[in-house]
């Protein structure tokens, strides 16, 4: 297994460390792999003077997976936008074509607490958000800011074609079939032409598949039930812009954006495998991020670039026992659990493994 690791800024370096430690074992175990370290985001602008340069280009075309910390800072705000470290994010997915972006919302049982909703809401919950990662106004053309009537406008174009659509229904419609037959897509055809198209086309491929049961919701109504009732959803599918909004709301139905991976995918299985989670600069340097969702992203990447569910759901294990023993990091901690760092939670996770 090529495995290219983007640590990148903040919190990245530090829970990476421990995602490196957990591929450690599974070498013992006799895996194989070779680790190959780039710079990408606000890392690579110092380095380099681009977020997303020529050399971590390279090495992530040739990288089967590619494993990332996370990106960004406040000492980045000042820069252009096409200088950010946002814009490296963007670049990846978009080098690579991760368009099908996965992003499960479980609930850990032991952190039943943690939630600011009440127990009865979430327990059991399980949910799969499929986001369409390459287009949608994030990359639409036109955009810009410009001078018109003596005054400044911002604008951005909303844009999906019948293909981007379609490819990303199918990856839906299939993951569904894995999992309850369910698939809500959210939109909001009552007002965008952009998401009417997009409800036509999942009608469409529908008919492919009879098993699976498929509904439609508004955005807005959609943010409103995954508070009310997180429960209804299965599978969700939807585009970019709307995809990023939902899927930090339903992180929080877990108790913390800290437990969550996520796995960008593209139409060979490819992927990057990153936390949901941002790269929290405020406590980057203290030994206090959890590194859960950075894990846990080493599982995704196990099962869907290389198709070790084995090994993928042994770090689940893993980690669901060192939460059960009352290990805690600060994002989810409880009076009378066992409070540790990020490295005490990396060691407690290796006993487990
Ligand atoms: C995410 C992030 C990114 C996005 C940012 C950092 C560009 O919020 O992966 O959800 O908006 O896609
Ligand atoms: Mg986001």
Sequence with gaps: MKIAIFPGDGIGPEIIIQAIRVLEV???DGLKFELEMGLLGGCAVDATGEPFPEGTRKLAIDAEAVLLGAVGGPQYDMLLREKRPERG????????????NLRPITLHRDLINASTLKPEIILGLNILIVRELTGDIYFGEPRGIEWRNNQRVG????????????????????????RNHRLCSIDKMNVLEC??????VLNQIAKEYPDVELSHMLVDNAAMQLVREPKQFDVIVTGNLFGDILSDEASMLTGSIGMLPSASL???NKGLYEPIHGSAPDIAGK????????????????????????????IEHAVKETLAQG???NDIFEP??????????GDAVLVNL
């Design 155 to 178: 604008f951005n174009t909303m844009i999906y074609s019948e293909t981007e659509i379609s490819r990303i229904a199918h990856v839906a419609f299939q993951a569904a079939r894995k």
């Design 336 to 345: 009378g659990m066992k409070k540790v760092g990020t490295a005490g939670m």
């Design 195 to 200: 998401t009417q198209l997009w409800r036509d």
């Design 287 to 314: 030994d206090m991020a959890n590194p859960l969702a950075m894990i846990l992203s080493v599982a995704m990447m196990l099962r869907y670039t290389f198709n070790l569910e084995s090994s993928a759901t042994r």
């Design 26 to 28: 599974l070498r013992s």
């Design 89 to 100: 994010l963007l670049d990846i997915r978009k080098a690579l074509n991760l368009f099908a």
């Design 327 to 329: 290990y805690r990091t």
């Design 266 to 268: 593209d139409n060979q």
